[in-house]
Every structure is written in structure tokens, then in C-alpha cells.
């Protein structure tokens, strides 16, 4: 009996994170209000069956009650994160909320399959996070001097970044986090945000030639430190992120010409240099060859996705713990694996409409600040979730970054939330500025 | 904040960047997508992947079924709920099918995914997982057909060697024999006395596809088409006259039972499979053209083939000596072939130099024989030009017709192919070849003989080719 649940519920998962999906691109095409509200209605309901559906494979398959607790708190947390953020913002972007909760969902069901105590630090931690990061929106509003600083930005991120590759914990051959009291802590996570700040407040005082040589100078410093951390995944992360943002204001091809090449050289170099860098590009252009060793990662990612297939094994039916480091940077072939490939790929799409919803909102803010803030999260954000999930895939070389929000770890989970308030606070100021305007319109029709 | 002087392309360029992620995404997307559908299947039947033992617990492993639905291989589940690989017909498909007990060989290993694979309807799902029972795991059609494997297994008897048969036209593969065999119900059992025997037993080898031999004259096909090659429109003019031994600066090359072939030309040369003409032949030849072309038609290559099988070799470089270069081109020296290549050079032939990837399995069915996945024949490549093709297939026809392919000639339909007798060890009988097709006008049927020690290749291997020949096209 528990067998055929398990097999229904597979189908209607499916069933309901395609059609969750499909509203996430049909928002865009919709003008009127009340059509878009209604669609982001729809989503929650898929989204929440979807949740229940989930759980109660989950509970079936372990016969543990406390998941059915932990359950409950997962629901009421999506209820409340839902419904008080709409009520203190106003204007607060759904679409992007209803992400959040989406992707957190597959987070907390792929988490309690593959390990319930972890799911359940990874949910306090969340819940926390959310509380903490409902403030942004208002800080972004009122306090204007985050333009100023520019230097606190830059030397804050390097003291960080500097401290890990100095004194860091190494993990599967990199330094990536420090231990404060307890607690270990990745600085990189949250000196992407400092530094997409950094960037955006240099190029809003000017784009001449001596800003952009010395922002470019501080920017390498960040990828340099990173690179000597081995951390290879988010120096290229600050790297695309740094050389966009520089396009951007300045709408300079040769800028964008002449960084691309020394991208380009740097990986050569970097793969001359490194035998991690030789070792993660052969795995990747043949894993099947050395399966036992250098390929392991790529040949057990690719397995689960295999034999996954389209509609998944269903939970519980896999073999997700024989991939490494699967509740971080493989988590795309878990969910692959059980969930199945068309959840994956709508996951993916998910991630694409949220970078969409920071692209249209960076177009539409008028301040070049606001505009490179939007853009360059949004662009830190997605080639974060290309490198993970290109990984996962065998599309890319495996870089060992984390898919943000779906991903164990707290920094990450943190840095995310600070990331998609920051956006949502961009996009609640503009909303309360045409409503503005648009009350103007009126009185002055009216007189 | 609105006092900045907005770049007034910056919403173009953004715009610009999100199509471009959109597209990189996408392509992303159709990867993970092409993978899922076309190429999963190979990933997931690597050895390495634990999980294919994890749907042995949820599913009683389907059957092997022939291409008339006779059982191959199935699991019998005992009334204590314990499953027993069967093989109804014991020795008799033991290296193609394989076995499942101490590992997975054959096509026990190749579809190995499918046998676990379910696709019971969805109400017989719903019984099974109601009552607790395993589901039954799909069945596997087999290109195989029954009468020739038979057929097969009868001619070659006691002695140890391969027969393989297959659809020029197709890559269908029809039949394959390799003795001496062991019977896949026994494995188990056995193991020790299998893996530990006799070495020239070798029962565990499936000599077809990684028995590797010289392959004698059956070589001088591709002697003969470089010579042609090297002479377009010219090589009617070749003439050899043959007294059974020919003499080259003290090197003395016998031809079969120093048969004397008296005058020849080149067809003729060719008919006879005359050693002194090809010997001849083969000095004047541009070695590295022979090399280029013996690795166009799969020498020291990987081979089209989805079952376990070894690389031929073909070792002459341009610098070789003469004795080297007249024994290679007869078929001898360090070359060496296995069955299953020789037979895929011939069936290209057969088949206007296209050749056609050699496979097993028609399609997967569900136990209640609906299709579930439909296998199509698929072109390898053209391992040589129409007209090189066709002026190969008068040749091999006038070997039945004159030459040495004597035991093949019959009037129910006219058979071509090359006979080989390659020496392998001094003072031992030489190993028996014969590999062709027929009908010559319309190839229906490609086949491919080896006998160990068999003697003449036309009086021991031809004979077994006629009768498959006999069995498949005589209705």
C-alpha cells in the first residue's frame, strides 16, 4: 500500500510543480493585476499540495511522527512567512516570495529524506533568517548612505575572504568556511553581496578610466584571494558577476572583449598550474575511464540522474546517499534522482524566472545604483545556480558551489535570503514610487 | 537618488545578458534532456552503478526471448519466493545470452536495465503493490533466431570455434555459436573448473567477438582491395603463374597443399586464394596504404559492437621487411581478427560498403507484449565505395563459382565468400575460415566460420556455412 502512495504521488508532484512552473512564466505575459494575483494564488495551492503530498511519502516511509511535527512547523512557517511579509510590505513582490517558499520546499522534503536532524537545523536556521533579512526592504528605503561606502564594502570583503584562506577549515581541498563559537561560518557566501555593493556604489560615483582601473584592481583581489582558497567555483562567480556589471555601466565591448580573454587565460593558466584544476576537467570530459577515483563524483551524479530518469525512482526508492557532498553541491541530482528529471528541470526554470524577476526589476530602476545592485545580484545569483546545476549535469566541469536556497548550510541559506530582500526591497520602493506618480496623475486630472 | 545620469544603453545591455543566460540555460536544459532520454541508458548500466542491484528487490528479472518468442532465459520463482535463473536450452546460447549468477555477461549484462525495468500496466502495479509481491520486470527480444543457433551448434560439432550470422542489411544479428560452450544453469557450480580448466578450453570466452586469429586468406580481401585501390581499372592486369611454391630472394612461399595454380589472373589469383600470387602481390603494394586502410575497416580500432569484444591488430608499418610484407598479405605474420570483424568486413560488403551497426535486441516488450522500447538498425558508416563494394562481390562470387569455395555451390541460390586456412603454430592443422553471404544478388544472410585446428577453410568451414545458408534461405 505504502508502495502505490509513494508511485501516485510521484505522478502528481510532477504534475504539480509543472503546472507551478508554467504560472511562473505565464506571470510575465500578464498585465492586469488581479490575473497576476490570481496565478500567484494558483502557485501557493500547487505548492502546498505538492508539500503535503511529499511529506506524507515521507512520513509513510519512515513511520516517525516527528516528521509529521516537523511538518506542521514547516507549514506554518510558509504561512507566515507568506502572509506577514505581504502585510508589513504592501507591495511586496509574490512572484518572488512564492519562489522562496518553492524552493525551500524542495529544500526541506530532499533534506528530511537524506537526513532528518540536518533538515530540521537547516529549518531553524531558515526560520531565523527569515525574521532577520524582513528588515531589508525597510533599510533600503530609508538609509541612502548605503551608496557611500564603498571602501567599507571592499575592505570588509577582502578582510573576510583574506581570513578564510589564512586561518580556514579546509573542505574536499578547499578553505571555505571559519569557525566562530561553535559555528562555522562561510564568509564568501555573504562578501558576494558586500561585493556586487561594492561595485555598483564605484560605477554610480563614475564610470572614467581611473574608477574602473582601480574597481577592477580591488575586484581581482577579491577572485585572486578566492583562487588562493581554492574556492575556484565562487572566484568565478565574482569574476562573470564583476565583468557584467562593468558592461553594464559602461557599455563598453571592448571592456567586456578584453575581460572575457583574460578570463579565458586565467582558466589555462589555472589548469596549467593546478592539479585540482586538471583533476575536476578530467572528470569531467571523461568519468567513466577512472570511476573509482577522479570520476567518482561526476559517474555517481550522473547514475542517480540516469536512473532517475524522467519521472523519478520516487522517494525513498533511490540511492541519492552513495553521491558525495549530495546535501550541497549534488542536491540537483537528488532531487533528479526521486523527484525525477522533469522536477529538476522545472526546478531550474524556477531559478531562471527568479533571475528574470531581478533582470526586469534592474531595468526598471532609475538610479544607476539601484540598477547595478539588481543587476548584479541577480547575475551572482544565477551563475551560482548554472555552476551547480551544469555540475550536477556534466554540462560544466564540477566547481563545488551550492544551489542557493535548495542547498544544506546556513551562510548559504542566510546570504540568500539577504540577496532576494535586497531585490524585494528594490522592487517594493519602485512599486511605492508609481504609485506616487500615479496618484499625482490623478490629482492633476482631477484639478 | 534619481540625480544619476542613467547610461542609456544599460537596459538594452541587460536585456541582452538575460537572453543570453536564458539561452545558456536552455541548451543546459536540452542537455540534461538528451541525456535522459537517449544516453542514460549506457550510464546506468555501468558496473559502478549500485542501484541497479536496489531494483532486483522490487522487480522479478524479465525473460531473453528469441525472435519467435521462444524463451531464452527466465527466472522461475520458487514456492519459498526463491528465484532461479533458467536457460531452457542449456549450452546451447550460453555466450550471447550470458548468464546472471557470478556476475553478468552477454546480453544478460547489455539489457541487464531493461530486465529490471517494469512496465506492467498500471492495474496489475496496483494488485502487486496491494499484495506485496514484486512486479514483473520487462521482457527482452532478441534478434536471435532459434533454427540457426541450432543449425549452427549442430555443424560445428565437437570442435572448438565460432559461427556468427547476421543481416547484411540490418546489423540484426541471427546467430552465434562459440565452442567449446558451458551451460549458464551450472555456472554457479562449476565456476572453479570453468575459471580454472583447461586454457585451450577457454569455455568462458565467447570466441565470436574476443577470440582474436590470423585471419589467413579471408585477409586477402583487403589485400586485394588496396591492389585495386592502387590500380583503378588496371588491376585485370595482373598475371601470376603459379607451381605451388613461389621463390622471392630466398623466401619460399607455399601455396595450400603446394597446390601448383598454373596461370592466373587477378580474379583467378583471388579464387584460388593462391599465396604465391598475393605474396607477389603484396611487395609492390604501398604499405601505408595498407595500413590506412586496414584501420578504415576496424583494425586496431573500437569496434561498433555493444557486447565485450577485443580490438583486431594489425601491426606492418611502411618500413617492414619483405618476408613480413608477403606473409601479411596473405593473412598471416602478426595480423590477427576476430570472427565477429571479419564478418562485419563481409556484410559491409554485402551491403554496398555501408556497414550496419551489428545488435541483439529487437525490442523490450512488458509481459503483456506490448512494445515498450523499439530498437531500429542504425548505419555505422561506409567502410569502402559502392563500386569497390561490387567489384569485391565478383570476386567472392567466382571463389564459390571456381575457387576454393567449391562446398558452397548449389542451385537453390548463389553464395559468395572467402575461404581462409591460417596458420597458426608449426606443425598444427591450420585454423578453417569462412566468411560470406548470400544470396549475391540480394544478400539476405552474411556469415562468418572459424573451426580451431579445422584444417582447409573451404573443406571444414564452408560446409557449416552452407548449411545455415541451407536453413535460412531454402524455405
Redesign the interface.
Known amino acids: ?1 505504502t ?2 502512495v509513494v ?1 501516485v504521488s510521484r505522478y502528481l508532484i510532477i504534475l504539480l510543480i509543472a503546472i507551478y512552473t508554467y504560472y511562473n512564466f505565464r506571470f510575465f505575459s500578464m498585465k492586469d493585476q488581479e490575473g497576476r494575483d490570481l496565478a500567484c494564488s494558483r502557485q501557493l495551492v500547487c505548492m502546498f499540495m505538492l508539500h503535503f503530498l511529499a511529506n506524507m511519502v515521507i512520513v509513510l516511509n519512515t513511520g516517525l511522527e516527528s516528521l509529521a511535527l516537523f511538518y506542521g512547523a514547516q507549514v506554518i512557517f510558509f504561512l507566515c512567512y507568506i502572509y506577514l511579509y505581504r502585510f508589513f510590505y504592501r507591495n511586496v513582490s509574490r512572484l518572488l516570495v512564492n519562489n522562496t517558499c518553492m524552493l525551500l520546499c524542495t529544500s526541506f522534503i530532499m533534506l528530511t529524506r537524506l537526513n532528518p536532524s540536518r533538515a530540521m537545523r537547516q529549518f531553524v536556521i531558515v526560520a531565523a533568517a527569515a525574521v532577520i533579512t524582513w528588515i531589508i526592504p525597510l533599510i533600503i528605503d530609508r538609509v ?1 548612505q548605503l ?1 557611500k561606502i564603498p571602501w567599507i564594502y571592499c575592505g570588509l570583503g577582502l578582510a573576510l575572504l583574506s581570513a578564510v584562506c589564512l586561518l580556514g577549515n579546509t573542505s574536499y581541498g578547499a578553505q571555505l568556511s571559519i569557525s566562530i563559537g561553535g559555528f562555522s561560518f562561510q564568509p564568501s557566501e555573504f562578501v558576494k553581496i558586500s561585493f556586487v555593493f561594492f561595485v555598483a556604489t564605484m560605477f ?1 560615483r563614475s ?1 572614467d578610466f581611473k574608477t574602473i582601473a582601480v574597481t577592477t584592481a580591488a575586484a581581482a583581489a577579491h577572485v585572486l584571494v578566492l583562487a588562493a582558497s581554492r574556492d575556484l567555483g565562487n572566484a568565478l562567480i565574482y569574476f562573470v558577476s564583476y565583468l ?1 556589471m562593468l ?5 563598453n565591448w571592448f571592456y567586456l572583449g578584453a575581460g572575457a580573454a583574460g578570463g579565458a587565460g586565467a582558466a589555462v593558466a589555472a589548469y596549467h598550474m593546478f592539479s585540482h584544476v586538471r583533476r575536476r576537467i578530467q572528470a569531467w570530459r571523461d568519468p ?1 575511464s577512472d ?2 577515483d577522479i570520476g567518482y563524483q561526476a ?1 555517481q551524479s ?6 532517475g ?2 519521472f523519478g ?1 520516487g522517494l525513498y526508492q ?2 541519492p546517499e ?1 553521491i558525495p557532498v549530495v546535501d550541497k553541491d549534488f542536491i540537483f541530482s537528488a532531487v533528479s534522482e526521486e523527484l525525477g ?1 522533469i522536477y ?2 522545472c526546478l ?2 524556477i531559478c ?1 524566472g527568479c ?2 524577476q531581478f ?1 526586469l526589476i ?2 526598471k530602476m ?6 547595478l545592485i539588481a ?1 548584479g545580484l541577480g ?1 551572482v545569483y ?1 551563475t551560482q545556480v ?1 555552476l551547480t ?2 555540475g550536477a ?3 560544466i566541469p564540477s566547481t563545488g558551489v551550492t544551489l542557493p536556497f535548495v542547498s544544506y548550510g546556513g551562510s548559504s541559506v542566510l546570504a540568500t535570503f539577504i540577496l532576494f530582500n535586497i531585490i524585494q526591497g528594490l522592487y517594493i520602493l519602485k512599486r511605492g514610487e508609481e504609485e506616487e506618480d500615479e496618484k499625482d496623475q490623478a490629482k492633476s486630472q482631477g484639478q | ?2 540625480k ?4 542609456p ?3 538594452k ?3 541582452w ?2 537572453y543570453g ?2 539561452g ?2 536552455a ?3 536540452l ?3 538528451v ?3 537517449f ?3 549506457d ?2 548500466n ?1 558496473p ?5 542491484a ?1 531494483m532486483a528487490d522490487r522487480v522479478v528479472r524479465g525473460k531473453l526471448l528469441a525472435d519467435d518468442g521462444t524463451v531464452i532465459a527466465e527466472t522461475v520463482v520458487g514456492e519459498d519466493g526463491k528465484e532461479t535463473r533458467s536457460y531452457p536450452y542449456g549450452e546451447l546460447f550460453a555466450h550471447v545470452a550470458g548468464y546472471s549468477t557470478m556476475g553478468k555477461t552477454g546480453l544478460e549484462s547489455l539489457v541487464n536495465f531493461h530486465l529490471l525495468s517494469s512496465h506492467v500496466n498500471l492495474m496489475e ?2 494488485i502487486d ?2 499484495s506485496g509481491e514484486k512486479s514483473t520486470g520487462d521482457n527482452v527480444a532478441t534478434t536471435l533466431n532459434l533454427r540457426l543457433q541450432q543449425t549452427a551448434w549442430d555443424a560445428l560439432g565437437d570442435r572448438r570455434g565460432a559461427v556468427i550470422a547476421m543481416e547484411p542489411d540490418t546489423g540484426k544479428v541471427l546467430a552465434m555459436v562459440s565452442k567449446p560452450a558451458f551451460d549458464p544453469n551450472t555456472v554457479e557450480a562449476e565456476w572453479d573448473s570453468l575459471v580454472n580448466g583447461d586454457s585451450k578450453e577457454a569455455r568462458l570466452l565467447n570466441r565470436a567477438t574476443q577470440g582474436l586469429y590470423p585471419p589467413g586468406s579471408t585477409f586477402k580481401v583487403i589485400t586485394a582491395l588496396e591492389y585495386m585501390r592502387e590500380h583503378p581499372g588496371a588491376y585485370d592486369g595482373f598475371h601470376f603463374s603459379c607451381d605451388g611454391i613461389y621463390e622471392y630472394e630466398n623466401i619460399r612461399i607455399q601455396c595450400y597443399h603446394k597446390t601448383a595454380h598454373g596461370e592466373e589472373d587477378f580474379a583467378a589469383s583471388f579464387a584460388n586464394s593462391c599465396n604465391g600470387a598475393f605474396a607477389s602481390l603484396g611487395l609492390e603494394l604501398d604499405l601505408d596504404g595498407l595500413k590506412g586502410l586496414s584501420e578504415q575497416l576496424l583494425f586496431n580500432r573500437d569496434q561498433p559492437l555493444s557486447i565485450p569484444y577485443k580490438q583486431s591488430v594489425y601491426q606492418m608499418e611502411a618500413d617492414a621487411e619483405d618476408w613480413e610484407i608477403m606473409q601479411t598479405a596473405m593473412g598471416q605474420g602478426s595480423t590477427l581478427m576476430t570472427p565477429m570483424h571479419n564478418l562485419m568486413v563481409m556484410a559491409a560488403i554485402a551491403n554496398d560498403g555501408i556497414l550496419m551497426k551489428p545488435y541483439f535486441v529487437d525490442h523490450v516488450e512488458n509481459p503483456g507484449g506490448q512494445t515498450v522500447k523499439k530498437f531500429k538498425p542504425e548505419a555505422y558508416g561506409e567502410l569502402m565505395v559502392a563500386n569497390e563494394a561490387a567489384a569485391l562481390k565478383e570476386l567472392l562470387v567466382r571463389v564459390v563459382n571456381e575457387g576454393t569455395g567449391s562446398s558452397l555451390r548449389t542451385d537453390a541460390y548463389q553464395a559468395a565468400g572467402k575461404t581462409g586456412s591460417a596458420e597458426f603454430e608449426t606443425g598444427k592443422e591450420t585454423h578453417a575460415w569462412f566468411v560470406g553471404y548470400a544470396p549475391a544478388e540480394d544478400p539476405k544472410l552474411a556469415v562468418c566460420v572459424i573451426v580451431e585446428e579445422g584444417g582447409s577453410g573451404g573443406r571444414t568451414a564452408g560446409p557449416i556455412a552452407k548449411k545455415l545458408f541451407d536453413a535460412y534461405l531454402i524455405p
Open positions: 500500500m508502495n502505490l508511485e541612502w551608496a554610480y564610470t557584467m558592461f553594464v555601466a559602461t557599455s567513466w570511476v573509482d559517474a550522473l547514475f542517480a540522474i540516469g536512473t530518469g524522467w525512482m533511490g540511492m552513495k528529471g529538476a528541470l531550474l526554470f531562471v533571475f528574470l533582470m534592474a531595468t532609475q538610479a544607476m545604483f539601484y540598477k543587476f547575475t544565477i548554472f546545476v551544469g549535469t556534466k554540462f | 537618488m534619481k544619476t545620469r542613467p547610461n544603453r544599460a537596459n545591455n541587460i536585456l545578458f538575460a543566460v536564458v545558456v540555460f541548451a543546459m536544459g542537455y540534461m534532456g541525456f535522459l532520454q544516453q542514460s541508458e550510464v546506468i555501468n559502478y552503478n549500485a542501484r541497479i536496489g502495479k496496483i503493490e496491494l
